[in-house]
């Protein structure tokens, strides 16, 4: 069991989810791929009072947010764990624009030199277009 932060923020730690790690995963791995790593973000994200307890307060950041995600991630589901950053967001009336960009075919990396999931098209497009999007939203948002 994992019982401190692997964090921490003016020297406090950063609150954390208190995962089980008395698997061997490198083990299970080996003989089930990442499917086992991605297995286990799910179990745990399924732990909603730990979770609820260890939510990085997005909100509090004093700026625009763009997200970016693909819909093949091999190690967890980076979809849902945007969507719920933006719904926190919206839940707590979050002043500064924030987006969440979804890519299908594309994998945890969003490249295609070094993927872990998705195909080699996706991750390239999902690649090329948030380079676009990126640039967009920091020019819309006043940043030089």
Not at 25 to 39: D, I, N, R
Request: charged share 25%; glycine share 10%; proline share 4%.
């Amino acid at each position: 069991m994992v019982v401190c932060s692997s964090w921490s923020f003016g020297g406090k730690p950063v609150p954390y989810m208190p995962a089980d790690l008395s698997r061997d995963l490198a083990k299970e791995v080996s003989v089930g791929g990442l499917q086992v790593v991605y297995q286990f973000f799910q179990e745990e994200l399924a732990k909603k009072e730990l979770v609820s307890k260890a939510a990085i307060k997005v909100e509090r950041i004093q700026g625009p947010i763009l997200l970016a995600s693909g819909d093949d991630d091999a190690i967890w589901p980076a979809n849902a764990m945007g969507d719920a950053v933006c719904f926190r967001l919206k839940e707590k009336g979050f002043k500064y624009k924030y987006e969440h960009l979804k890519y299908p075919g594309a994998g945890h990396t969003l490249s295609e030199t070094l993927m872990i999931g998705g195909t080699i098209d996706g991750n390239r497009k999902a690649r090329v277009d948030l380079t676009e999007r990126m640039l967009a939203f920091l020019k819309a948002c006043g940043s030089r």
